[in-house]
């Protein structure tokens, strides 16, 4: 079972004429750690073909993946879906740990005209080098983060609870920066 510890509620943080960020309702979340030969029997069990290369997505029925590592995957599912995904797992005969993460995380959602340009005021990596459906594990103002590219100006970022207020008051200041260079 998942609680909630967020002090973010889903919702517009901020939204300006170069970025709006807001935060998402919470997902079922997993952290799977397995090596290559496992991946086969997993991927059939949790009903997608596990992506293995580091920072490559892939999305099955009610189900997405990214490869964080050469033995690491976070996936999202609906909060109901993470029952039936560890047992699901359970069943595979090969060595691996599907954990439930699903309370330790805040998605915030950064979309606009300036959303890369949002985004590099606290990460160093270059934010274009990052192409569409695909994500990264990256810093953003020295707190660990997985960037999610869902389009050119549209991207998730999962931020642990503890970070989230903090990351989230440094984007609303940024998109409110933007928009008074355009003003």
Same mark, same amino acid.
């Given at each position: 079972m998942s609680i909630e510890i967020s002090s973010l509620t889903p919702g517009v943080l901020v939204e300006t004429r170069a970025a709006r960020v807001s935060t998402q309702p919470a997902p079922g979340r997993l952290s799977l750690r397995a090596r290559k030969p496992a991946l086969p029997a997993l991927g059939a069990a949790l009903g997608l073909s596990l992506p293995e290369r580091i920072g490559q997505?892939? +999305? &099955?029925?009610?189900?997405?993946?990214?490869?964080?590592?050469? /033995?690491?995957?976070?996936?999202?599912?609906? +909060? /109901? &879906? @993470?029952?039936? %995904?560890?047992?699901?797992?359970? &069943?595979? /005969?090969?060595?691996?740990?599907?954990? /439930?993460?699903?309370?330790?995380? @805040?998605? %915030?959602?950064?979309d606009g005209p300036r959303a890369s340009d949002l985004l590099t005021l606290g990460c160093p990596r270059d934010i274009d080098g990052i192409a569409v459906g695909e994500g990264r594990r990256t810093v953003f103002d020295g707190a660990t983060v997985v960037l999610w590219r869902d389009a050119d100006n549209s991207f998730r970022m999962d931020i642990w609870n503890s970070f989230a207020p903090h990351l989230a008051q440094l984007l609303d200041v940024g998109a409110r920066e933007l928009a008074a260079e355009s003003a």
């Open positions: 997505r892939a +999305a &099955g029925d009610g189900i997405e993946a990214i490869c964080l590592g050469p /033995d690491e995957w976070t996936i999202l599912t609906s +909060a /109901d &879906g @993470v029952a039936g %995904l560890m047992a699901a797992s359970a &069943g595979v /005969d090969q060595p691996h740990s599907l954990v /439930d993460i699903s309370g330790r995380e @805040v998605t %915030l959602r950064i």
